[in-house]
């Protein structure tokens, strides 16, 4: 049995799901998700650089 972690952005109202793309997205990174907060290495709670100014909010 094998569990895979579901990762933060993945939980946020602005992830895209984009089965046909090789790498995550969404509304503040529409040409890819920082790796550093893909990872969760760096938070999206508070301003990023180039976030367009969304952050992480958990869907509802």
Known sequence: MSF???V???T???YEDNNNLSYP???AYPTGI???IFSEEKS???H??????YRYEPKE
Do not use: A, Q, V
């Open 8 to 10: 933060k952005c993945e």
């Open 48 to 53: 990023r650089p180039f976030d367009k100014g």
């Open 25 to 27: 997205t969404c509304k």
């Open 12 to 14: 946020c109202m602005y």
């Open 34 to 36: 920082p790796t550093r």
């Open 4 to 6: 895979s972690k579901i």
């Open 44 to 46: 999206h709670d508070r």
